[in-house]
Nanobody, 123 residues
Framework: VQLQASGGGLVQAGGSLRLSCTAP????????MGWFRQAPGKEREFVAG????????TLADSVKGRFTISRDRAKNTVYLQVSSLKPEDTAVYYC?????????????????WGQGTQVTVSS
């Protein structure tokens, strides 16, 4: 199962982007969805997650107040709105489908992954 992530790009500090992740409905409609990121030389880290209904979200402390996660079940798409970007937000952003109905912060609890989309924030 391949998740399709898009929306990354080069943006100045303080700018915004909207990342999208489209997944096959039949395999992910009842799964929690998450966004992770990995910067060069660093481990992959949890950024945000949303449950299968789209009613419960979780954000990493480093992005609270700046990032928002949502999902459109009709389109089987998950969005990550990233705002007030900082150079330290530069990373490849990955979306993933959880093994359960919820979106844990542990990456090992995710079954399917997208190919990643690069976000680069210039100072």
């Amino acid at each position: 199962v391949q998740l399709q992530a898009s929306g990354g790009g080069l943006v100045q500090a303080g700018g915004s982007l909207r990342l999208s992740c489209t997944a096959p409905r039949r395999t992910t409609s009842n799964n929690g969805m998450g966004w992770f990121r990995q910067a060069p030389g660093k481990e992959r880290e949890f950024v945000a997650g949303v449950d299968w209904r789209g009613t419960s979200t979780t954000l990493a402390d480093s992005v609270k107040g700046r990032f928002t996660i949502s999902r459109d079940r009709a389109k089987n798409t998950v969005y990550l709105q990233v705002s007030s970007l900082k150079p330290e937000d530069t990373a490849v952003y990955y979306c993933a489908a959880s093994r359960t109905s919820y979106a844990p912060i542990d990456s090992s609890q995710y079954r399917y992954w997208g190919q990643g989309t690069q976000v680069t924030v210039s100072s």
